[in-house]
């Protein structure tokens, strides 16, 4: 048996980000600490997992969990350590199966599955860590143990301890320290920032390399990377503020990329789909997002009525051309009736030429510098500064030139997809969708208690002096979901949920201008 603790919360600072989390309920890679820890399970282990008494697990992570056959048992949050796995013991009641202990906060690579041993590791932090004999290694967070009954009775001899109660056991059992390959500490929010650093991403049109201070973008696409890259570098004074500082950029081989400084920061993605932040927070982030967008706002080029007509390409344009793929590729018809959630919608094609009508064209009230992809997963904020830093521009024009400029209501857009159209619940997988029958289907997210306060705040924000009516965002919104259908050809379950998001949203957006 393996029994992952994560009974108490995390520490002070990382729940000042994150909210009250559990240490393996902590973001990593778009994931929960817990789906990486479990990945490194024999198939055929019985996995214990003890979170706090007080924790509510979503339903989502209660499904996840039980499918992989995982034991939850919720646990006193106050209890030491070793009084929380004497209780977890006193519950299991295993007998001479062996038994293993990871720590609720700690990643490796691989696990060592041999009886009677446990990890060591040297600290980066100066912090009172839990120590080994050898005084220079601390312990890392996993231990073998061939016998539970004497670890058990080892508990109970030494008050609960469960450093003194290890100790004791390995004086009665020939035990041995190990180094595991590749220590993660995500405990402490410095190790925690480190250790996801450490944990490289990989998407299949970008690599990057992350090294202690920078971030190397690569792409085979050589004018995105140096779009991106120009976008930053031509940036005016009072918007560095929001930017990472670009330190090199250029071509290496069949590659483009460009190296800019690593933020220790978290996404908004992450603290919207994982974290449990209060409404207050929310509304000190999005009020963060406002300010970005009003000083955005406030430079113009100079020939703005040339961009203003180039960015209507932006809008149905683009969207009637990918839909149009996707269809034809898919044999989604274009011309026929939906239900979404219960609500008839009219056909695609009926939809875009609503939306089309309703959006205003060549409106230089709007044209602006623009990021151009303000999704959440594309935004960090700094709780110290409580600012925000923005990465991947677009900087491009709709008709493929380098340039900063745009239209605010697009990035106003893309960052309501996020909010609004729970983009980056959709792209976690965290969504329940049903067919009912062709052009029947049902929606549904499974989100945190003070998603909708935020939302209902946000509908009620402005942005650059205009309230997202004005904006147009709902109709833009929708022609977003709508236009990414094609760019997701190889996740055909996500093509279905982004089909059915659209028309969630235009349901919607019909409701609210009734």
């Not at 700690?106 to 696990?111: A, I, N, P």
Request: aromatic share 14%; proline share 4%; glycine share 4%.
């Amino acid at each position: 048996m393996i029994l992952i603790t994560s009974a108490a919360y995390c520490s002070p600072a990382l729940v000042a980000e994150f909210g009250k989390l559990p240490p393996c309920m902590l973001p990593v890679q778009n994931k929960r600490l817990y789906e990486h820890q479990l990945a490194l399970m024999p198939p055929d282990m019985h996995v214990v997992l003890t979170l706090p008494q007080s924790y509510n697990l979503s339903e989502y992570d209660s499904k996840k969990l039980s499918a992989q056959g995982v034991e939850v048992l919720y646990i006193n949050e106050n209890l030491s350590l070793g009084a929380s796995v004497y209780e977890a013991l006193k519950r299991c009641d295993i007998t001479d199966e062996p038994f293993y202990i990871l720590h609720g906060d700690t990643l490796f690579s691989r696990l060592d599955f041999k009886a009677d041993v446990y990890a060591v590791a040297k600290p980066e932090d100066d912090y009172t860590w839990a120590k080994s004999e050898d005084s220079e290694k601390v312990y890392a967070g996993w231990f073998a143990f061939s016998d539970v009954k004497d670890f058990e009775s080892a508990l109970r001899l030494n008050e609960l301890s469960f450093v003194k109660s290890h100790e004791w056991y390995a004086k009665q059992h020939d035990v041995q320290d190990i180094e595991l390959p590749d220590w993660l500490d995500f405990g402490l929010v410095n190790s925690y920032y480190r250790s996801c650093s450490r944990m490289t991403t990989q998407r299949a049109f970008n690599d990057l390399k992350i090294s202690r201070y920078g971030v190397r973008k690569f792409s085979r696409d050589k004018l995105k990377m140096r779009a991106e890259a120009e976008w930053f570098k031509s940036l005016p004074y009072d918007l560095r503020h929001y930017a990472p500082a670009v330190w090199d950029c250029g071509e290496n081989q069949e590659k483009g990329f460009y190296e800019i400084e690593y933020f220790y920061n978290s996404t908004l993605a992450n603290l919207w789909v994982f974290g449990e932040n209060p409404f207050t927070t929310w509304k000190e982030i999005l009020g963060a997002c406002a300010e970005f967008f009003a000083d955005e706002h406030k430079h113009q080029p100079q020939n703005i009525e040339e961009v203003a007509k180039d960015n209507d390409s932006l809008f149905v344009a683009k969207t009637k051309q990918r839909l149009a793929t996707f269809c034809n590729n898919t044999g989604v018809p274009m011309n026929e009736v939906w239900k979404m959630n219960g609500n008839i919608t009219p056909s695609l094609n009926a939809i875009l030429d609503e939306l089309d009508s309703v959006i205003s064209k060549q409106d230089i009230r709007f044209v602006s510098l623009m990021h151009g992809d303000t999704c959440f997963s594309n935004i960090l904020y700094d709780f110290k500064s409580k600012s925000i830093k923005v990465i991947d521009p677009r900087g491009l024009s709709a008709d493929g030139q380098l340039s900063v400029w745009g239209d605010v209501r697009y990035d106003v857009a893309k960052l309501a997809h996020s909010v609004l159209g729970m983009y980056d619940y959709i792209i976690g997988g965290r969504y329940s969708y049903h067919e009912v029958a062709p052009r029947d289907m049902l929606l549904s997210f499974d989100t945190h208690p003070t998603i909708k306060e935020i939302q209902n705040y946000f509908k009620q924000m402005q942005f650059a002096g205009y309230t997202i009516t004005e904006l147009q965002v709902y109709p833009i919104m929708i022609l977003l979901f709508l236009s990414m259908l094609p760019l997701h050809a190889d996740r055909p379950d996500r093509q279905k949920a982004f089909l059915a998001n659209a028309l969630r949203l235009y349901v919607e957006y019909k409701h609210s201008i009734q």
